[in-house]
């Protein structure tokens, strides 16, 4: 039994410019469309599973009068035929037509447990229905469809019902985060944005009439061309107007400008008003929106407010000025008989903290490791300067920002050797040997010493055991974790472990640097496999993540197809962003092992990372950068000829 969770979604800015974009395979003077759109907290929940036929089932109290049970047999015209029949269930029975069609699967069980979702309210409860079938057929068959597949089968399904839905309207698929869609012609892109500020947004049914296909059937007489000065006002509108502010939105949220951000709302509402609403008067003079965006209480509990998806009296949406007054501002409109709804679009917490494991032996280096640690091997380094190995590793977290530094060591004995190196200043007589450039290098090496914290693996009972002495270090915030044995150096001018870290800001999910490997040494790494969910082919959505495979097994199971449809098999990087559910898992992985008498079973990371995977989900990351080895006499070697250039 898999569960699942599809949201509504909300438009926050560049409404109508998807079906407006569109036209630009006719019109190529007609700017892409671009809109801001975000999933909400409230949604559809199920749980899925294969059967021998297709079936809705709802068990969900709060829609016991709007659902009812629906089965049919997995045969393509009698879906079809339900899909155009208009009937409730017509879009499930779309996106299953479409299914059978292109990839023959077989049927599937989805039992609707709760749904929070208000339905025809301008928040896509159809594309989340359709979106819930799609994902439901691509998990149950293990069809290997990224997050943009499962959207344009969505889409695909529901235009097979009498719907003419927009292509943002599946945004919900993307989940509970705000992106920036882009529309050129047939081309849809998506980038998850970031946000520095907390955002709370309410948005409320206006229980008020309008006709969204009489509005987008006399706004689209404006297109392809413009005939008049009132529709090249629409083009303008949707256009390059629309760019402007979707840019200047995308900036604020990202400097965290909140009240800007919501005059910027109000301030599209006008242009709406002037610009769009004359071309379908009748349905967009919205007496209802109008008379609560200029309501004086609500204004004062806001900085801004605007209307939603078509606009016209179906739905409004203001951006609270702080918490309370989204509550206040809530329970307003619902006094006023209008259903209210809350979102709060979180920032995600900037990675501040990271963890090194150097704990280990370094057995493939004996006897060197005998009287130094590897963690302390010199390696010469492209500026002249020769680092010991933590010593690179070190800066390069710091260059990334990163404020604190947890060292996993293996024993107390093992500190005594990073204070003398990054507490213990140099003597007097070793300074006046060093020349200026040396002795400003060596106030460096202090000021990181100041930064770091250290804890210890006293049982050796493995990575996933050792990262999880410095949980308590993490304080229940996402953490960087690099391996105390690999290099990396970037090939471009950002560093390798700020490009993870901005990445994980995009995606706030478990993060892993993806590393290409050939076939032959699948067996030295984790490999992860999963879908491209860019054209890129930089963000990978890892569906599977096993541990050192057979390369017999990765070349049949473990292959990631690449655009040329080759094989490519992905490695761990060796540096993570490990969230808080992790250490949660290694904690359970703990307390069962010690449970069942067992305090010598080796406590693996990746088998908690997997667990995590399968519950939350797991991102993998293509940086642009190297990885070096430094495990063993070859690797080492390599490392030391390759590092210095």
């Known amino acids: 039994m898999i569960k699942l969770f599809v949201p509504g979604r909300l438009c926050l800015f560049g409404e109508h410019t998807d079906w407006a974009g569109h036209y630009r395979t006719m019109n190529a003077d007609i700017e892409p469309g671009a809109a801001i759109v975000t999933g909400i907290e409230q949604g559809i929940y199920a749980e899925v599973e294969r059967s021998d036929i297709f079936e809705v089932q709802n068990s969900a109290p709060q829609a016991a009068d709007q659902w009812h049970d629906f089965a049919c047999r997995m045969d393509e015209q009698e879906l079809k035929r339900i899909a155009r029949s208009g009937d409730f269930f017509c879009y499930c029975a779309g996106v299953a037509s479409y299914m059978l069609e292109w990839y023959k699967v077989g049927g599937v069980r989805i039992r609707i ?11 896509s409860s159809s594309a989340a229905i359709c979106v819930l079938v799609a994902r439901a057929f691509n998990q149950v068959y293990n069809l290997n469809l990224n997050t943009m597949g499962e959207m344009n089968i969505a889409y695909v399904g529901e235009l097979r019902t009498s719907s003419r839905c927009g292509r943002l309207d599946q945004a919900c698929a993307f989940g509970v985060k705000p992106n920036l869609m882009t529309f050129d012609g047939d081309e849809v892109e998506v980038q998850t944005l970031n946000v520095k500020r907390h955002l709370y947004w309410v948005f409320a049914d206006l229980c008020g009439v309008k006709n969204t296909i009489k509005i987008l059937s006399d706004l689209n007489k404006a297109y392809p061309f413009a005939s008049n000065e009132q529709e090249q006002l629409l083009h303008d509108a949707l256009g390059k107007q629309n760019i402007e502010f979707v840019n200047r939105a995308i900036r604020y949220m990202a400097e965290g400008r909140v009240e800007e951000l919501g005059a910027l709302m109000t301030e599209t509402e006008e242009v709406f008003d002037r610009q769009v609403a004359p071309l379908c008067l009748d ?31 179906g739905s409004v949406q203001f951006l609270a000025k702080d918490e309370a007054s989204q509550q206040q501002l809530l329970d307003y409109l619902v006094s006023k008989g209008m259903p209210a709804y809350k979102l709060t679009i979180q920032p995600v917490h900037t990675v501040r903290r990271a963890i090194i494991p150097v704990a280990g032996f370094g057995t493939r280096l004996y006897p060197a490791t005998r009287c130094m640690k590897k963690e302390f091997f010199p390696i010469p380094c492209a500026d002249g300067i020769v680092r010991p190995v933590i010593l690179i590793l070190l800066e390069e977290l710091v260059r990334s920002g990163i404020e604190e530094i947890c060292l996993v060591l293996g024993s107390k004995e093992d500190r005594q050797l990073y204070a003398d190196f990054f507490e213990r200043p140099l003597g007097a007589e070793h300074m006046r040997k060093l020349n200026a450039e040396s002795q400003e290098y060596e106030n460096r090496i202090l000021d990181i010493g100041k930064r770091l914290r250290y804890v210890y693996q006293k049982d050796k009972r493995g990575f ?19 391996l105390g044995d690999t290099l990396y150096k970037s090939l471009s001018n950002k560093a390798c472990a700020l490009q993870l870290i901005e990445a994980y800001e995009r995606y706030n999910k478990l993060l892993l ?61 060796g540096m993570y962003i490990l969230t808080p559910e992790v250490f949660q898992q290694l904690a359970a992985d703990i307390r069962k092992a010690n449970e069942a008498g067992d305090y010598t079973h080796e406590i693996e990371l990746t088998s908690a990372l997997d667990a995590v995977r399968q519950r939350s989900g797991m991102i993998g990351v293509r940086l642009n950068c190297e990885r070096f080895d430094m495990g063993n006499p070859k690797a080492l070697h390599e490392t030391l000829n390759a590092f210095s250039l």
């Not at 919205?286 to 939603?308: F, H, Q």
């Not at 569906?543 to 080759?566: C, D, H, I, Q, W």
Request: glycine fraction near 10%.
């Open 513 to 573: 640097g993806v590393y290409p490997v050939p076939l032959a040494e699948v067996s030295h790494f984790g490999i992860m496999s999963g879908v491209w969910e860019d054209k890129d082919e930089r963000v990978l959505h890892v569906n599977t993540f096993m541990e050192k495979p057979k390369a017999s097994y990765a070349e049949e199971f473990l292959g990631v197809r690449n655009m040329k449809g080759e094989k490519e098999y992905c490695s761990v990087l």
């Open 464 to 482: 996933g055991h050792a990262v999880y002495q410095a949980a308590g270090f993490a304080r229940n915030e996402p953490v960087l974790l690099m």
């Open 283 to 313: 349905e967009l003079k919205a007496p209802r929106l109008k008379a609560i965006l200029a309501d004086e209480y609500v204004k004062s509990l806001t900085y801004g407010g605007k209307g939603v998806g078509s606009h016209g009296d």
């Open 113 to 123: 447990t709760e749904m929070t979702l208000p339905m025809k309210s301008g928040l």
